[in-house]
């Protein structure tokens, strides 16, 4: 299908009736921002401990902007939460499915929590919805989806796929700016009536046929996280050239074709979206007949990051025995998000290596860690770095900038910085007696170069 590049074609007034069904970070950064976009949404959740929370206006997750979008949505009468997905569709011109798709043990993504809500919500759609799946879904899901209405003898629903590309932290930003609005939809007027809903968002909307936009959504992840392991990899080889990956990546950064976002090397990329679409994937091509050999040495390179960062620890420490102090906990800062947490990843090796790991994050608690056992959460930094050898710096929060060294000096057995994020000021530490261990950049026992003012330096 031919692809087409338009701006808001037949976009229309706001004020459309929109269901949302899942109220998860997609579910409940769209439906809220939709409503703040002038339109009716209605979000159901099977969860009614959720629906409960988010009615009297919390919303039980960390997420810059979006407790106030939803009061505002509720207090506008815009927005409303209910445990029904009927409910939330009966009266629908649009219903957006931002459902989990978890992965199946081989990497593939699990499609069961989509087509069972698809057929629970088959027969109460009007006629004429557009159900648009937002989810992250394997290329040929709308096409599966068509089937399960068909099945149902549902034949005037048009099926559409709108995929998310928020991130956790700025999903509202993402949603309300973004850089840009994809459409699949496999009849132009159906694209036209979706691209209507962003109508008060200045923005490029690329439209295309279904199973292009599904592929769009994995190869944008894809490419995010090979970048990432392109750049941790640039970071190894500075360290045995003794280079700067920091002023590599500022360089780089500088060139419009490469972008100056997504090359801070750190300790592997996580969250809930990178490593499970990068394995589906893998999956997805593998199945179709095409080995993304690239991208499995991606996700490789980042298993090795992990590792890596854990021998940087045991260069400075004998780990069997040794208390080590980790800051951050999440995934990445300004989210709670722990799920397939580089820092979680770095806690078990060094857990099964005979450390004990005192960790603390501002956003996590105790009672958000089902996954690792023997990892203790302590309320504070200062509490996690009480009698640790050494101190790893795993999340970027700005808080651990801040740090008190000299409260920390006296705090710590033996003093030790490993800094996955290269987050502290280096000679800060070293003057107070750490050793400093990096990414990609100086450790502090190896000579610094010398630095030419850049005037001086273009006069030469
Ligand atoms: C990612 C994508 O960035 C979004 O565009 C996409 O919509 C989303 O997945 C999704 O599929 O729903 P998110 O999971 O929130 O968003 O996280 P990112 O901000 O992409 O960060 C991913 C990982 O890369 C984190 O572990 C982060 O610490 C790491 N990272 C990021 C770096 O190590 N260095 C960087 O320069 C940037």
């Known amino acids: 299908m031919q692809v ?10 706001v004020g459309a009736e929109i269901g949302v069904i899942g109220a998860g970070y997609v579910g409940l950064t769209s439906g809220a921002c939709f409503a703040y976009l002038g339109h009716e949404v209605v979000c159901a959740d099977v969860d009614e401990s959720k629906i409960n929370l988010l009615n009297s206006g919390r919303i039980g997750i960390h997420e810059q902007g979006l407790a106030a979008k939803v009061e ?94 928020l991130r956790e932290g700025t999903a509202v930003n993402d949603f309300l700016q973004p850089d840009r609005v994809v459409i699949g939809a496999n009849d132009q007027s159906v694209a036209d009536k979706i691209a209507g809903l962003y109508a008060n968002i200045p923005t490029q909307i690329v439209v295309t046929d279904t199973t292009t936009a599904e592929t769009t959504k994995y190869v944008a992840n894809a490419f995010l996280a090979t970048k990432l392991s392109f750049v941790n990899s640039a970071a190894a080889l500075c360290e045995v050239l003794g280079a700067d990956v920091k002023d590599v990546m500022t360089a780089l950064g500088h060139d419009r074709r490469i972008g100056a976002g997504f090359l801070k090397p750190g300790p592997g990329w996580g969250g809930s979206c990178l490593p499970k679409d990068s394995r589906a994937l893998v999956n997805v091509a593998a199945t179709a007949g095409y080995d993304f050999s690239l991208l499995r040495s991606a996700l490789e390179v980042n298993e090795q990051q992990f590792d890596r960062i854990v021998a940087k620890v045991a260069d400075r420490v004998v780990l069997e025995g040794a208390r080590v102090a980790l800051l951050g906990l999440a995934f990445k800062a300004e989210t709670n998000d722990i799920r397939s947490s580089p820092s979680l990843e770095i806690a078990q090796r060094l857990i099964d290596a005979g450390a004990k790991v005192h960790a603390y994050d501002p956003a996590v608690t105790a009672e958000d860690l089902h996954e690792i056992t023997g990892l203790v959460v302590e309320s504070d930094a200062y509490a996690a770095c009480a009698r640790a050898s050494a101190l790893l710096i795993a999340t970027e929060w700005n808080e651990f900038r801040q740090l008190d060294v000299e409260r920390i000096v006296t705090l710590m057995y033996d003093h030790h910085i ?33 630095r030419v003012p850049a005037r001086q330096a273009r006069q030469e």
């Open 72 to 165: 505002d949505g509720l207090t506008s009468n815009r927005l409303s939460f209910v445990t029904d997905p009927a409910e939330a569709v009966a009266k629908a011109d649009f219903v957006f499915l931002c459902l989990p798709t978890p992965p199946r043990k081989d990497g593939s993504a699990d499609l069961s929590f989509i087509s069972s809500a698809v057929s629970e919500i088959a027969r109460v759609m009007q006629p004429d919805t557009i159900l648009v799946s937002k989810s992250t879904v394997p290329p040929g899901t709308s096409e599966l989806l068509e089937q399960i209405l068909a099945r149902a003898d549902v034949t005037d629903v048009a099926v559409a796929h709108n995929p998310e590309f």
């Open 4 to 13: 087409n590049e338009s701006s808001l074609v037949g976009a229309r007034d």
């Open 418 to 450: 490993i800094d996955a994020r290269n987050l502290l000021h280096r000679d800060l530490w070293v003057k107070h007696g750490f050793t400093y261990t990096g990414v990609g950049i100086f450790n502090s026992d190896e000579k610094l170069p010398v």
